[in-house]
């Protein structure tokens, strides 16, 4: 399959390699703490040298420490990467052997949606009905993704950093229920009002304001739209009312002072 790092993304950050320690011994004389105090006091120039090459041991031994403390930190961030990319693989493969219709990426430390991945599962993508990409560090939902998997019926992107949706998405003709819950969205994502089978839009925990209820209100399949815990606009609740068929949840309304 290649290694992690020609078909996953993650959001752990490469490492820097430690610095060498060479860069100690060109501390020059007189420029430690112990060497100056030692001048100003007079002492004579063989402390001094003494004085200077104990600061300049103690420094050595405390990068020493802090280059041990680095590399551990290192390992155990590789060990999770490792841990992420096993997990990854498990389930595409669990897909891909039993041809199961759904495909679950959930808390994978996903940054993009692996490139390769779409190559892996071309035999099968079709047949995935369902896809939970949930807690993850996804900032967007490319094109790719949505025309390669155009069979879906539910999408579960909870817990991401995704603001917008590709126009694309309006080509998920049999889409029955997406999470887009705990995203940055400061504007509903429009494209969703195109779907025909949508039934559930869960939009909880974003920043909207505004709400196309005229355009919500002729989906003939929608049943629930949740939007608690966005600053829904006081005056759509009231437009709301007797336009729509649907639940239509929010927050309650800020006590006006």
Not at 91 to 102: H, I, L, M
Not at 121 to 129: A, L, N, P, Y
């Amino acid at each position: 399959m290649g290694s992690c790092t020609d078909w996953l993304s993650f959001a752990l950050p490469p490492l820097p390699p430690p610095a060498p320690l060479c860069w100690i011994s060109s501390i020059p004389p007189g420029r430690g703490e112990a060497a100056v105090a030692a001048l100003h006091h007079g002492l004579p120039r063989r402390c001094v040298e003494l004085q200077r090459r104990r600061a300049k041991d103690q420094l050595a031994l405390a990068f020493r420490n802090f280059q041990s403390v680095f590399l551990v930190g290192r390992d155990c961030m590789e060990k999770k990467m490792g841990e992420a990319v096993a997990r990854v693989a498990r389930k595409v493969n669990e897909t891909v052997e039993n041809k199961a219709d759904s495909l679950d990426l959930a808390d994978c430390k996903l940054v993009t949606f692996p490139i390769a991945l779409y190559k892996v599962m071309r035999h099968v993508s079709e047949g995935i009905h369902l896809i939970t990409l949930a807690n993850n560090e996804l900032k967007s939902v490319t094109s790719k993704f949505i025309t390669t998997f155009s069979q879906l019926r539910e999408l579960n992107l909870e817990g991401n950093c995704i603001h917008r949706l590709p126009e694309e998405v309006r080509t998920l003709l049999h889409l029955r229920v997406i999470n887009l819950s705990r995203n940055k969205f400061s504007h509903f994502p429009e494209q969703l009002t195109s779907l025909p089978a949508l039934e559930t839009i869960n939009l909880e925990e974003n920043e909207i304001a505004d709400v196309p209820v005229e355009k919500l209100a002729t989906m003939e399949s929608l049943q629930s739209v949740n939007l608690k815990s966005n600053p829904v606009n006081d005056e759509i609740r009231v437009i709301a009312r007797p336009l729509i068929k649907f639940d239509l949840l929010t927050s309650p309304a800020a006590p006006r002072v």
